[in-house]
């Protein structure tokens, strides 16, 4: 009998996004942009457009443990990437099912907090979150707000060092970090990683003008991540080939009634327009 060939699966535990376009879905799609099965398990159900979110619905915490266990017990996940935990009861469920899944590499998204500052997790879920889930990490890919959140500091704390702010949050937490830094005046998006090593990058791309949407990207970033290193890709090179893919992504813009939605499913990334730097090494 002939074997078939080994085809990689990653695991998205986050939330629903009923428009499609962050979270699950999100994820579901950069998983297949990058030619990786994607299993799921949803930690909460959204009623949301690009627009705003109406109302959400948590898991119920048995729900959300069975669909963790009947996708251990039938699939080999080589990469599991976290979104929006919901609370601290979810997030204690999601960290006793873990190890069912043995050591392979976790991408960690905190949704903790929005860009705009806005808290989408309770003080109690943070602190489970950075005792139960951060520690082990293969990356973990905070916002400049979520950032401050790791290091103690509050949501809104101005940031005018962060590579220095990158490097606190490894030496405190002790797993890799992707810090991403957004806009900066030389219109380059600007992302700091501090890997296992203690080394030091500079990661950039292009800025994509007036992208019709910007919805997700968080989301597809993380997930992009983990579905290469679900393939062995480096961590380095995993990360440089997700921000390339993402700002195609942004590129890729179109309208859908009153929203805008990503409108190639896998746009070719530009990945010459990356450049990776190193700033320091241990």
Known sequence: MRTPPYFPVALTIAGSDSGGGAGIQADLRAFRAFHVHGCSAITALTAQNPHGVRRIQATDPAVLRDQLLCVAEDFAVSAIKTGMLMDAERIQVVADCLPAF??????????????????????????????????????VTPNLPESNVLLGLP????????????????????????????????????????????????????????????????????????????????????????????????????????????????????????????????
Not at 103 to 124: E, H, N
Not at 235 to 247: D, F, H, N, R, T
Request: with cysteine; hydrophobic share 45%; glycine share 8%.
């Open 102 to 139: 043995g050591a392979v590499p976790r991408v960690i998204d905190p949704v903790m907090v929005a860009t705009s500052g806005a808290t989408l997790l309770a003080a109690d879920a943070v602190e489970s979150l950075i005792t139960r889930i951060l520690p082990g990490a293969a990356l």
């Open 155 to 282: 949501a809104t704390h101005p940031i005018t060092e962060p590579m220095t702010h990158c490097r606190a949050i490894f030496e405190r937490h002790h797993v890799p970090i992707l810090l991403k830094g957004g806009h900066n005046p030389d219109q380059t998006a600007t992302d700091f990683l501090m890997d296992a090593d203690g080394s030091l990058w500079e990661i950039r791309s292009p800025i994509v003008a007036q992208p019709l949407t910007t919805h997700g990207t968080g989301c597809s970033l993380s997930a992009a991540v983990a579905a290469n290193l679900a393939r062995g890709i480096p961590l380095l090179e995993a990360i440089c080939q997700a921000k390339a893919w993402v700002y195609a992504l942004l590129t890729a813009g179109v309208q859908a009634g009153n929203a805008a939605v990503y409108g190639i499913e896998s746009p070719e990334p530009p990945h010459h327009l990356v450049t990776c730097r190193a700033l320091s090494s241990r």
